[in-house]
Every structure is written in structure tokens, then in C-alpha cells.
């Protein structure tokens, strides 16, 4: 399965920018790399994805490695809705069925 | 944006019998869809994949005759959790791909997810 690594959990404070990493070292050309939030009791909900160049969208910005080794995720101002478990997924593509194997994720917890 | 609908929200039952879970998507349709099971602050785990109009795809370890997964539409798939005994209490999240591709490419869209007790 596609290995990522990231921190148990990570703590900021409201209205400052959070800096989410995640390590995926065996990562291979075409895997795209997925980032999914979950609140407690709640199905995961997508917040962004890459391949190769950094991305930003309403929710957040995706920092990619050059080497692709690693990315990082960034919520540019936390609010206490951030709270959540944020989770980084390689995406295989020559899986046939394009599954999500979840790692550990992130808990961050955002202090008012 | 797409949506994920699972019913029941919650359902306890009694050791030996079966329950049944169902996954729709609302506003596409999905020739694909997933099972995940999660228990109490750990992540989530790959079931199964769901196919319409074929039988499903098990990961590793998940037992078949136990999780039954059935995928008749578009829009339904639906997880029988058979036998059950108190160990199988867990969260049961499924996810839906659009075959449409609208979004994010291969993104999934998760249901609420299930919260199954089993006394």
C-alpha cells in the first residue's frame, strides 16, 4: 500500500496559518497526492489534491517537494472549523480501482 | 457540490443477527463505491470496492461471507453485515466516485458514515 507519514497531531492558534506536512518517500511518478479532512463522527471530506505543481483552492494550498518526496498542506488562517483529522493519501495510478489507503493522519487542534 | 447519503445513521442490534447499511449518492451517479470500517480515534480501513453490476472487491483479511456487498444501481450500494457479534461495533464510512468525473480528478465523496453497536 502507498506509505505516508505524518505527525499525530499539531496544535495553532486561531486566525494564524497552519503548516500540515506529510512524508511520502516511496511515492512514484504517476500517484497523485490527496489531502482529506474528518471531523469527529463525519465521513472525510476533500480539501485538496496534486500531482506535481503546488495548488491552491478556497480551502487550502498544497505545497509539493520538487523530489515529490513530501508535500505540505496549509490552512493560510485556522479557525476553530479546522479542527479536524487531516489526512494525506497517495493515489495509485495503476491501481484499477484508484483506492485510498488512509494513513495515521494529523489531529490538529486549532486554540482560540 | 456531490452528495453522500448512508442510512441508518446508527443502529444497535443484538449479537447474531444482521443489519443491513446503505450508501447513495444523490446527485451523480457512481459505477464505483467504497467500504471503510473505522473504530475509536483510529484511521480509516479499506473494506471493500463496490462495482455496480459486478461483485465486489475485498481487501485483504475482510471476510466476504460476513461483510456482504451489493452494488444493483448507480446510486446504491449497500453493506449487510451478517452474523454480527459485538467486535464488528465499529463506524462504517462508504464513498462514491463520479463517473462523471466532475470535480477533483478520482476524488471520492464520503457518507455520514454508520455507527453500528452490537450488543
Known amino acids: 500500500d502507498a506509505k505516508t507519514t505524518q505527525p499525530n497531531s499539531m496544535e495553532s492558534n486561531e486566525e494564524e496559518p497552519v503548516h500540515l506536512p506529510c512524508n511520502h518517500s516511496?511515492?512514484?511518478?504517476?500517484?497523485?497526492i490527496h489531502w482529506y479532512r474528518q471531523l469527529p463522527s463525519q465521513g472525510p471530506e476533500y480539501v485538496i489534491h496534486g500531482l506535481t505543481s503546488n495548488v491552491n483552492n478556497r480551502m487550502a494550498s498544497l505545497a509539493i517537494a520538487e523530489d515529490r518526496k513530501s508535500s505540505t498542506l496549509i490552512l493560510h488562517r485556522a479557525t476553530l472549523r479546522d479542527a479536524a483529522v487531516y489526512y494525506c493519501i497517495l493515489r495509485k495510478l495503476d491501481r484499477p480501482g484508484n483506492q485510498f489507503y488512509f494513513g495515521t493522519g494529523t489531529s490538529l487542534t486549532v486554540i482560540p | 457540490g456531490a452528495v453522500v447519503s448512508q442510512h441508518p445513521s446508527w443502529v444497535i442490534c443484538k449479537s447474531g443477527t444482521s443489519v443491513k447499511i446503505e450508501c447513495r449518492s444523490l446527485d451523480f451517479q457512481a459505477t464505483t463505491m467504497f467500504w471503510y470500517r473505522q473504530f475509536p480515534k483510529q484511521s480509516l480501513m479499506l473494506m471493500a470496492t463496490s462495482n455496480e453490476g459486478s461483485k465486489a472487491t475485498y481487501e485483504q483479511g475482510v471476510e466476504k461471507d460476513k461483510f456482504l456487498i451489493n452494488h444493483a444501481s448507480l446510486t446504491l450500494s449497500t453493506l449487510t453485515v451478517t452474523s454480527a457479534h459485538p467486535e464488528d461495533s465499529s463506524f462504517y464510512i462508504c464513498?462514491?466516485?463520479?463517473?462523471?468525473?466532475?470535480?477533483?480528478?478520482?476524488?471520492?465523496?464520503f457518507g455520514p458514515g454508520t455507527r453500528l453497536t452490537v450488543t
Open positions: 516511496t511515492i512514484s511518478g504517476t500517484d497523485y
Open positions: 464513498s462514491a466516485r463520479d463517473i462523471a468525473g466532475q470535480g477533483a480528478i478520482y476524488e471520492q465523496y
